[in-house]
């Protein structure tokens, strides 16, 4: 029988992505937006800096297409678990902040937030 979670055997990253659309589907919108927040993340770590990057003379360019593409980082699944967590202990320090000003409303979505990305952490 099928089931509409993401197998555990999966990549992280595949994992998350493909439990994007069953929150949207579901309507969860702390969950999508806890999700999509933690792709973005994953997607932003991959990034190349452009510390290398500097203006020069249009004779000495890269020519032909795809010619300036820079590859992006490799993850490993150890990288990517480490940026969930990261996600998720941020949601709990902003959760703590927010019940000591008194908004335990935001700090409940919140902790929905960090569970929602916890649930697709490997056990172990």
Avoid: C
């Amino acid at each position: 029988m099928p089931t509409d979670s993401p197998s555990e055997t999966a990549p992280l990253r595949d994992r998350l992505r493909a439990a994007l659309p069953i929150a949207m589907k579901a309507r969860d919108r702390r969950a999508a937006g806890a999700l999509r927040s933690a792709l973005a993340a994953i997607d932003n770590a991959e990034s190349v800096d452009a510390v290398d990057a500097r203006a020069g003379a249009i004779e000495n360019s890269a020519v032909g297409l795809g010619a300036a593409e820079v590859a992006r980082r490799q993850l490993t699944e150890a990288d990517i678990e480490r940026i969930v967590r990261t996600e998720i202990e941020e949601r709990h320090t902003a959760a703590g902040q927010y019940e000591q000003s008194g908004h335990a409303d935001r700090a409940a979505d919140l902790r929905a937030e960090a569970d929602a990305l916890a649930v697709h952490l490997s056990v172990g």
